[in-house]
């Protein structure tokens, strides 16, 4: 069996592949290109993120797919460079592409962001500090985040109206009555009852799906260019949750938000969603519109995750589909192909020991998936290897 | 670690049939490891713990061993002393001290040491000195450090006022010092727990005496309440006596706040589903206190009242150094102490303050254990 | 909120109430009784004390009457301000009282603002900069200080002082101002001569109270929305100092009332060594003499100190933290 001689870290030839989209079409609000992330911790060095590669397209959502340590929300934290002080982008860029038509007030924070924006109106994020007044220019005012958890992201001591205003504040209106109405504005755009009383009270005072809106409104007040929500209905029940997507829909066709929305639900995002990647051990294993990951999944991995949801008239008694084993150790790495010791569709050697590039699909829509079943360059040695088995 | 074979789930596109992957399935270790061992497991990753442990473990010994460790009998007077000087410590063929000759002054009334180390007079280990009885039981007259029989004194810490010896005295006094703590907190511990307990579970017009009455305790600021209590005591009573009135003193006092937190722990505890549970299957309630409530807290009550012991020997030894704890004859580090009270003698004879540093040790020791504790039985607190 | 407050008052009084009594009972369990020992010492001192006298004093103590009508006699004269006679300082007690009731408030408060400002920013550093060098220097010097029992620190203050300051650091004035009427001189005199007691006195709660600040921090660092603060874009200077100390601040209120009592213990003590003169020295003296009815009185103007602090903690506390402004 001829062995493919590629560095472990994904080979030139697939990026190449994967790369046909170039820079990422103008049409993508946000190009994460390679994008790693190293955590240092007491008992090791983690890898949360191995070479993370998506856009996300103007005006529409991108749902993320992923068990628990996949590196989904690490991704999202790591576009607004929010991460723990123990975690660092080692390598990759993030493209950021502010909308042509936006316009912004001029604060100090926004005057840096302009300097830091090229010609065309583009700026990496990776090249930015944390702590510097462009990204604090960005974050908020053009990318804005929701949490999980509504009742711990707002802060227990400061009234829902102060919250907001202070986003408006420190982006777009120093002045504290405009403000002030602003923020009730915004309460009453994303379907708030009372929105004046409800600025006046306390996070504790609030429901769960209150507060999540509370939450998006925050979010919203700056009229943000991409919202990235990280599983903000997971701690919702269904009615509010469905109350909560019927929004995110209506922000999207209304205003024309685009939307990267986080989940480990197929169900969310088959009601919400676009397009979808899938993430897996700190990369992106699949990504395709939201018909074709549903209709057609590619990658093993996917098609379990789909296969391993419990279906309403199934026949009785027939065993819950599962993904063998479990999500490996983050501070193990494993050689090859993550995903091979628990693949049903494993090949041999080659999962064993060779990062699959990412390999797009012939079609009209995008689609990509990373899997050594559909890597082309093996497919013209795989004669070969069938004859040696 | 097992292994186990999966064949090709037979998809549609490329796959090889009869191909195998290795599925690993680590074995499993929850509920291997019980809730103690958890714990110690903890504990060990302190270092800081440990160390102290270790410690005190030696200060306690000390004060087991005091007789055998003290080179001199603490109790006996000896005016040729006078605050004297520690030893001397020198090297001839062994270790020595050198000689020490008191001069009265007349004139400006006084006492000066001349020291001559021309002679050292050699120290024997395991040498005779003063009678003593191991555990109260065996009489011997061995010390692990003893100048041979003569005029010649050692004073590893030097003299009090009285010419007794200070080290000695400094090791006795672990035996009061050390253990008041200890015993008073445990004492309140028990007190506190049942209190707390009772009152957290029973509720309504019990739960509200109970707490009144601890705040109304809680409502006098601790050393003050000690020091009444301490001084309402008699000035004649005897050593033994004392010991014990100043335990229960400590104890009396310390069971209020403990109660109060055992109580919220067991107010929380009393709502969880397990208890529900417990309940609706039959359960009375000394089943469920006994069973259910207690282990769950009693780490918790541990982890608390090591830190109060810190406190507790800070408090013996501030109200004996006033002079309304422990008192004369009693030897505790406070007692030790009070000859400091003069800045006069403290300025000429600076080792009055030597049991100083065994109370500093102690208590930081426990600080540090208790943290080790509190951090084991709950890192999330 | 007023009648919350007026509730709250009234608890008060009968909390206060219920000191005496227990602090009563205490005094009462003394062996003897508080006349036997003044007895005793007129008797030491040499002269000679008929039984008329005997039976006069035990007349005006009630030594002999039952314990309810004795606590009347005592807590009644309590209300009414008038504190008997106290043995120990051969006058009235209340001339004795007030003058140091003050002074101990002085101490307390100021005792409770040295800590609370030292505690908050350099717990705050420590929780930012864990495990910097800074950070275990600070550690070690918190470990020391919550270790050194209180009288030691202050006599190591006071000998230090006097070998190389060559300060005169015993008692509220120095010589020349003790008699002195009042004049800037004479308060820039007390307040040098205060200074230290107090820093001493606030040692052992700045340390713990640094303690439990950087651990509450650390907590509160982690919590979601400092992370949705730094979403907003906030500075970060300001997430720290708006959103997350503020919160850590919370268990600091709620322990107002152990940290109380450790500064009014504290000062007793030191005071007694700094030889100032405060409510606290005087409880701590009149113990030591014997002089029980006048301790009891002081102990329950401590307690008295004690818990209005803890009202104002609350108070605090509810102003603080709006979940905590539901009244019952």
Not at chain 1, 191 to 208: C, K, T, V
Not at chain 2, 358 to 374: H, N, T
Not at chain 3, 49 to 75: C, F, H, R
């Amino acid at each position: 069996m001829t062995t493919r001689r590629r560095a472990s870290g994904g080979s030139r030839a697939g990026d190449r592949r994967a790369d046909d989209l170039g820079r990422g079409s103008s049409d993508a609000i946000i190009t994460v290109r390679d994008l790693q992330v190293e955590y240092k911790t007491t008992l090791g060095k983690v890898n949360a993120l191995n070479g993370v590669s998506f856009d996300v397209p103007r005006g529409s959502v991108l749902g993320v797919v992923g068990e628990s340590g996949s590196g989904k929300s690490v991704t999202a934290r790591a576009i607004m460079q929010i991460l723990e002080r123990a975690g660092k982008i080692t390598d990759g860029s993030i493209v950021f592409r502010r909308p042509a038509d936006d316009r912004r007030e001029s604060t100090q924070q926004e005057d840096e962001l302009e300097a830091a924006l090229d010609s065309s109106g583009e700026v990496d994020i990776t090249r930015l500090k944390p702590t510097s007044d462009a990204m604090r220019a960005i974050r908020g005012s053009e990318i804005a985040m929701i949490f999980q958890e509504p009742m711990s992201s707002l802060n227990p001591v400061y009234t829902i109206g102060f919250q907001i205003q202070e986003a408006i504040r420190l982006h777009q209106n120093p002045d504290k009555k405009e403000s002030w109405a602003q923020a009730i504005d915004m309460l009453d755009q994303v379907g708030m009852p009372n929105p004046a009383r409800i600025a006046d009270s306390y996070p504790h005072e609030l429901s769960g799906g209150m507060r999540q809106r509370a939450m998006i409104a925050m979010a919203l007040s700056c009229h943000p260019a991409l919202l990235i929500a990280d599983e903000p209905t997971t701690a919702l029940d269904v009615t509010t949750e469905a109350q909560i997507l019927a929004l995110m829909r209506r922000l999207k066709e209304e205003i024309g938000m685009s939307i990267l929305f986080i989940t480990h639900s197929m169900g969310v995002v088959a009601q919400l969603c676009d397009e979808v990647i899938v993430m897996y051990q700190g990369r992106v294993v699949e990504r395709a519109s939201v018909e074709d990951i549903f209709y057609h999944p590619k990658h093993p991995y996917t098609r379990s995750l789909l296969r391993s949801i419990p279906r309403i008239g199934a026949a009785e008694h027939t065993p819950l589909e599962v993904i063998k084993g479990s999500v490996p150790d983050p501070y193990t790495k494993v050689s090859g192909c993550s995903f091979h010791p628990r693949c049903p569709d494993f090949i041999g050697d080659v999962c064993r020991t060779v990062i699959p590039p990412e390999t797009l699909l012939p079609g009209a829509e995008r689609h990509g998936v990373r899997c050594h079943l559909y890597d082309d360059e093996r497919a013209l040695a795989g004669s070969t290897t069938e004859a040696s088995r | 670690m097992s292994t186990a074979q999966v064949t090709g789930a037979g998809l549609d596109e490329g796959t090889d049939t009869g191909a195998e992957a290795e599925v690993v399935v680590a074995d499993s270790k929850v509920g291997e490891v019980s809730q103690t061992q958890l714990m110690y497991r903890r504990f060990k990753q302190s270092k800081l713990a440990i160390v102290s442990l270790i410690v005190l473990g030696l200060l306690y010994l000390s004060a087991l061993l005091a007789p055998f460790l003290s080179p001199n009998d603490p109790v006996q007077v000896d005016q040729a002393y006078k605050y004297a000087e520690p030893s001397s410590l020198t090297w001839s063929s062994g270790p020595a001290m050198c000689t020490v000759k008191q001069e009265i002054d007349p004139v400006n009334i006084s006492t000066t040491y001349v020291k001559d180390c021309s002679n050292p007079i050699p120290l024997q280990f395991f040498g005779h000195g003063f009678d003593y009885k191991v555990l109260g039981l065996i009489p011997t007259d061995r010390h692990l450090i003893v100048a041979p029989e003569g005029d010649a004194k050692l004073l590893l810490f030097g003299a009090d006022g009285q010419g007794r010896d200070i080290f000695s005295r400094t090791l006795y006094g672990g035996r009061v010092s050390l253990t008041i703590g200890l015993i008073g907190v445990a004492i309140a511990t028990i007190l506190g727990s049942v209190m707390g307990t009772w009152s957290g579970y029973a509720g309504g017009k019990t739960d509200t005496l109970i707490q009144r009455f601890i705040e109304v305790i809680m409502s006098i600021p601790t050393l003050p309440l000690w020091a009444t209590m301490a001084a309402v005591l008699s000035p004649d009573m005897s050593v033994t006596k004392r010991y014990f009135l100043m335990t229960l003193i400590l104890a009396l006092v310390a069971w209020a706040g403990l109660a109060r937190q055992v109580r919220g722990k067991v107010m929380s505890y009393a709502k969880s589903d397990y208890v529900s549970a417990a309940k609706s299957a039959g359960a009375k309630s000394p089943r469920i206190i006994v069973t259910h409530l207690l282990p769950n807290s009693a780490s918790h009550i541990v982890a608390v009242s090591m830190l109060a012991i810190p406190a507790a020997i800070i408090a013996e030894t501030t109200l004996s150094f006033l002079g309304i704890g422990m008192v004369e004859p009693a030897i505790s580090w406070g007692v030790l102490l009070k000859d400091a009270q003069r800045i006069d003698v403290l300025q000429q004879y600076p080792w009055v303050l030597l049991p100083a540093v065994f109370v500093i040790v102690a208590v930081a020791s426990f600080q540090l254990l208790g943290d080790g504790v509190r951090d084991a039985v709950d890192p999330y607190s | 909120m007023v009648i919350w407050i007026l509730r709250r008052l009234g608890y008060m009084v009968i909390t206060l109430f219920l000191v005496s009594l227990l602090t009563f009972f205490i005094i009462e369990l003394a062996p003897g009784s508080a006349v036997d020992s003044e007895i005793s010492r007129l008797r030491a001192m040499g002269s000679t004390v008929s039984t008329q006298q005997v039976e006069a004093l035990e007349e005006q103590y009630g030594v002999n009457d039952p314990w309810i009508v004795k606590y009347g006699k005592w807590a009644g004269g309590l209300v009414r301000g008038d504190f008997g006679m106290s043995f120990a300082y051969r006058q009235p007690v209340a001339d004795v009282i007030w003058s140091r009731f003050g002074l101990s408030v002085a101490l307390a408060l100021g005792a409770t603002i040295v800590a609370w400002g030292i505690a908050i920013p350099v717990g705050v550093y420590s929780a930012t900069h864990r495990y910097t060098l800074a950070d275990n220097i600070i550690t070690l010097i918190q470990f020391i200080g919550v270790a050194i029992p209180e009288f030691l620190l202050a006599l190591a203050v006071l000998v230090g002082a006097v070998q190389f300051g060559g300060i005169d650091v015993g008692g509220l004035f120095s010589n020349e101002y003790r008699n002195a009427p009042w004049s800037m001189d004479k308060l820039l005199d007390m307040l040098a001569h205060l200074w230290m007691p107090l820093l001493v006195i606030s040692v052992a709660s700045t340390a713990w109270l640094t303690r439990v600040m950087r651990a509450n921090l650390f907590d509160v660092l982690g919590q979601q929305y400092v992370q949705t603060a730094r979403a907003k874009g906030v500075p970060e200077r300001k997430v720290i100092w708006k959103h997350a100390v503020r919160n850590a601040l919370h268990p600091l209120v709620m322990t107002l009332g152990t940290t109380l009592s450790v500064i009014i213990g504290g000062e007793a003590v030191v005071s007694i060594i700094f030889n100032l003169p405060t409510t606290g020295q005087a409880l701590l003296q009149t113990l030591i003499v014997k002089d029980t009815y006048v301790a009891a009185t002081l102990l329950v103007m401590l307690s008295a100190l004690l818990i209005i602090g803890n009202l104002v903690g609350d108070l605090l506390l509810m102003w603080i933290d709006p979940r905590a402004r539901v009244l019952d």
